[in-house]
Each structure stands twice: as structure tokens, then as C-alpha cells.
């Protein structure tokens, strides 16, 4: 945390995005007044509000991560939209009130096969209703796009036309509709487009959504950011 707190002072990055992974402890980031912005547990640890079965476990989920945001005066909540079914989704929505929490876009067919919820404009304009806002994931938009056989530039910008609060930036592969989230410049992504279309933006929070092979260190995230700065 220290490392991520100097180039916060430093004005490189601006914010830490930090994912509350269950059965943590909030207190050694506590200890650094930085700005940050919770993104809710994913599907990895089981969360899934499309999935009734798991509304009880869900809201659980969603209360510790409010209470992560509320200690650490969080900005923004992003929220997936998880698998399964829109409709169940949209029930569970009804049951969360916190004007803090941004919808995030979601590729058509997840890691698994699995059949993903928020992939299209009109999911995400259904899901966000007039309550909550949108972080827009240009990988997974970039995906959605493969899967429904439209333009990636076009599907992208109909979700700007949205006005995001947020984005997620990663790099990827036009011929698979996976998930991947590769480095800057690993895919055939056109970053100077992304790149644009986060500074017409209103909004210009931005995430870099990339790998990291050594956990120890952020030079790989500073790699990142520069390739995206110079396109």
C-alpha cells in the first residue's frame, strides 16, 4: 500500500481500487488517507445477484463491502451483474439503495461458459434504471461485441453515450469473445480510440484492469499506464 500511496502523492495514479475479499480485514487500510473505490466482491468468491439462490449470501456481500466504503469514504461501489438471469437480477437491485454503486458491463459468455448479464445497452440501461450509474469495461464491451457480431467501436461508444463514471482499461483479442484483460499493447484493441473516448468523458475516473505477474510491485501497472498515455 505504501508503494500505490507514493504515486498517489506523487499525482500518477489518483485513487486505489480495492476489491473487499470476504473474511479480510479493513484495518491495515485504514492506516493510508488515500482515495479509493470499492469494487464488490465478484463471482470468484461466489457473489452472483442473478442468482436467487443466493440472495441471503448476496446482501451479506453487499453490506461488507458498504461498510468498507463508508470506512474508507469510498467514492464509487462497482457492481457485475453477474450470470443467470436479468430478471433476477433486477429483483435484487430493488433491494440495494445506495446511490454510490456503478453497474459494470459484462461480456455475453463468461470464463466458463456461463451466460453473463449486462452485456448489451439495453441490459445495462434496464439494470442501472434511474438509481445508479455505470463503470464501463472496454474489454468486456470489446467482447460483448464479438459475441453479438457488432462493431467494438460502436458498441463501446453507446455505452459512453451513457456517461460513465468510471472505466475499466485493458488490452485484448478480437477473435475470442473471452475475457482477458491482457497488457496495453498485447492485443489488437485500439487504445488511442479507448483513450478518447474516456477524455470526452464528464467523468474520467479510470482503472487500469491489467495483469500483474509480480504481486510485490507496480511497475508493471506503471508500464501500463504510460503505453495507454502515449497512444
Not at 486505489?16 to 484495518?27: G, Q
Given at each position: 500500500m505504501q508503494k500505490a500511496a507514493d504515486l498517489i502523492k506523487q499525482d500518477i495514479f489518483q485513487y486505489?481500487?480495492?476489491?473487499?475479499?470476504?473474511?479480510?480485514?479493513?484495518?491495515p487500510f485504514l492506516s493510508y488517507e488515500l482515495p479509493y473505490v470499492i469494487h464488490i466482491t465478484t463471482e470468484r468468491h461466489g457473489f452472483n445477484i442473478a442468482d436467487k439462490q443466493k440472495e441471503d449470501f448476496n446482501l451479506k456481500i453487499i453490506d461488507d463491502c458498504v461498510q468498507w466504503a463508508d470506512q474508507l469514504d469510498a467514492k464509487y461501489l462497482i457492481l457485475h451483474p453477474g450470470f443467470g438471469l436479468i430478471?433476477?437480477?433486477?429483483?435484487?437491485?430493488?433491494?440495494?439503495?445506495?446511490?454510490?454503486?456503478?453497474?459494470?458491463?459484462?461480456?455475453?459468455?463468461?470464463?466458463?461458459?456461463?451466460?453473463?448479464?449486462?452485456?448489451s445497452i439495453e441490459q445495462i440501461e434496464r439494470l442501472m434504471g434511474s438509481r445508479f450509474g455505470l463503470c464501463l469495461d472496454f474489454g468486456h464491451a470489446a467482447k460483448a461485441a464479438v459475441s453479438l457480431g457488432l462493431d467494438y467501436k460502436e458498441h463501446i461508444l453507446n455505452f459512453v453515450d451513457l456517461n460513465p463514471k468510471m472505466f475499466h482499461i485493458s488490452d485484448g483479442l478480437l477473435d475470442s469473445e473471452k475475457d482477458q484483460h491482457l497488457a496495453v499493447g498485447k492485443g489488437d484493441y485500439d487504445m488511442a480510440f479507448i483513450k478518447k473516448c474516456v477524455y470526452r468523458n464528464q467523468y474520467q475516473y479510470a482503472t487500469m484492469e491489467t495483469p500483474r505477474t509480480n504481486m510485490d510491485s507496480l511497475s508493471e501497472d506503471m508500464e501500463n499506464f504510460q503505453m495507454f498515455s502515449s497512444c
Open positions: 486505489v481500487e480495492l476489491t473487499p475479499i470476504p473474511n479480510t480485514d479493513i484495518t430478471d433476477d437480477a433486477m429483483d435484487f437491485l430493488d433491494l440495494i439503495e445506495d446511490d454510490r454503486i456503478l453497474i459494470e458491463n459484462m461480456p455475453k459468455v463468461g470464463i466458463n461458459g456461463e451466460n453473463m448479464v449486462g452485456y
